[in-house]
């Protein structure tokens, strides 16, 4: 009984919309996997950091940030710019799926226009947080872009950056 009223109070309050956080572990993954997968057009972009919903496929991505550590389940330092001597980019996502089931999401990292890896991460209920890193390294100033994109490469929010 005990574990029924604490999950039905979780759904009612990730339904709500009043849910600060998810109790179940952030899933961090080095960009470096690779996987073949076509993404279609994203529909917007954002610089650095995005907050409110963009839904698609059934993906929702509440909170988005390009930022250079993660801390507690949260992005730190989120900036639109680094510089090449920064080291790592993280690119933080909290997303939910419709129905609170099991998922995935992909980050697919491009830099001036080149895709350079897709990271697929797992979902796990309404509201989930997680993040991928991609290593900067010293030559590679330019324009960025990770695609939030759902297990099937339809692209749910892009989130630009720069490294200058």
């Given amino acids: 009984m005990r574990a029924y009223t604490f999950w039905t109070t979780a759904l009612i309050l990730a339904l709500a919309g009043a849910c600060a956080h998810d109790d179940k ?3 961090a993954a080095s960009a470096q ?4 997968a ?16 963009s839904t698609k496929a059934g ?22 710019a680094f510089p090449t001597t920064v080291g790592r980019v993280y690119l933080y996502s909290k997303v939910g ?13 491009y830099f001036n226009g080149t895709k350079l890896a897709t990271v697929t991460l797992p979902v796990r209920g309404a509201s989930f947080r997680t993040h991928s ?16 994109a759902s297990a099937q490469g339809e692209v749910v929010k892009s989130v630009t950056f720069k490294v200058e």
């Fill in 33 to 36: 996997t690779k996987q073949v």
């Fill in 133 to 148: 890193s991609k290593v900067i390294q010293d030559s590679q100033k330019g324009d960025w872009r990770v695609d939030i």
């Fill in 97 to 109: 799926v419709d129905g609170g089931g099991d998922s995935s999401v992909q980050h697919v990292w």
């Fill in 59 to 80: 993906i929702a991505v509440q909170e988005a940030a390009a930022c250079r550590s993660i801390q507690d389940r949260a992005p730190v330092d989120s900036a639109e």
């Fill in 38 to 53: 076509k993404p279609a057009a994203a529909t917007s972009a954002t610089s650095a950091t995005m907050q409110g919903p």
């Fill in 25 to 27: 572990p952030s899933t």
